[in-house]
């Protein structure tokens, strides 16, 4: 199959939904972007997670390879930005965490799904989940200048993430009725994660798009360079390989802009960086996307 198209195919549902959720917002509907947050949060990301990982015919010993291919990346990209931010003078509690932290969920696992299938989708969720808890603990930390470990271990997601690596590692699964039950409500977190991205990014006021936009091409760049140098380094195989490089060249997460907006840094800034990141990640993922699969 021609590769134009098959990268077509990857990306396009991707930026659809997002442009539907877009769409819906600019033409005057309401979008309760909290409730639907907390619905997707609470339950379609856990159960998606969960049984990705219960049902994966991954080895536990690949997915061991990629947390810590995923940990060292971060580990890498964190001193990396902080450097940035520091030799540009910006102030570190605004713009190191949207640096960092990538938009791992709402585009990373369906880009994932899309490309390599439901193998695809296990790697990503793993990488999904370790940086979620590095947000939720170094991330709040940082922009709050405090943060609570116990908030951590109460995400569902959190929960959903040791479960299923339990059962992966006993080779335990639910009933199928639970089974059917929890994969019906983990099909509702990948539409709904992407049509809420398109509703955040409608409703943003983005600020600073020149150095937004220099900010957003330096961080794809570093976070793709990091994610092969490591990738090789920890001798990937190619699909989890592919999937560690998408997932780190991510756009800047919504959530970024959330807890800048919550604890009082610059949210104007971030808003910047997340509208120019997404829009630039339209020309950047594919690129990357052709490159892998290649």
Not at 98 to 110: E, H, K
Not at 224 to 237: A, E, N, S, T, Y
Request: charged letters at 10%; one cysteine or more; a neutral charge.
């Amino acid at each position: 199959m021609n590769l134009g198209l098959t990268v077509l195919e990857v990306v396009a549902p991707v930026f659809l939904l997002a442009g539907i959720g877009f769409v819906w917002v600019r033409l005057g509907f309401e979008y309760r972007i909290r409730f639907v947050t907390q619905l997707s949060m609470t339950l379609g990301v856990p159960a998606l997670i969960f049984t990705a990982l219960m049902t994966t015919e991954i080895a536990p010993s690949a997915l061991s390879a990629v947390s810590l291919a995923a940990l060292l990346s971060y580990a890498a990209i964190t001193l990396a930005m902080w450097v940035v931010v520091r030799l540009w003078r910006l102030e570190v509690r605004t713009y190191l965490a949207p640096l960092v932290y990538g938009n791992t969920g709402n585009v990373g696992l369906p880009l994932a799904l899309f490309a390599f299938g439901d193998q695809g989708l296990g790697f990503a969720v793993v990488i999904f989940a370790i940086m979620a808890v590095y947000s939720f603990t170094f991330g709040i930390w940082l922009v709050a200048g405090g943060g609570s470990p116990l908030k951590v271990v109460r995400e569902p997601m959190v929960a959903a993430t040791l479960l299923g690596l339990l059962f992966l590692w006993q080779g335990w699964t639910t009933p199928t009725f639970l089974t059917n039950t929890l994969s019906l409500i983990g099909q509702l977190a990948i539409p709904l994660m992407l049509i809420t991205l398109g509703v955040a990014v409608a409703r943003l006021a983005p600020t600073r798009l020149g150095p937004a936009a220099a900010l957003s091409l330096l961080k794809a760049g570093v976070c793709i360079g990091i994610g092969w140098v490591i990738g090789r380094w920890f001798d990937l195989d190619p699909v989890p390989f592919a999937v560690l490089m998408m997932q780190l060249a991510t756009p800047v997460a919504v959530t970024s802009y959330l807890i800048a907006e919550k604890y009082g840094a610059d949210a104007d800034a971030v808003a910047g960086l997340v509208v120019v990141s997404t829009l630039l990640s339209v020309a950047v993922l594919p690129g990357l996307i052709a490159f892998v699969i290649a």
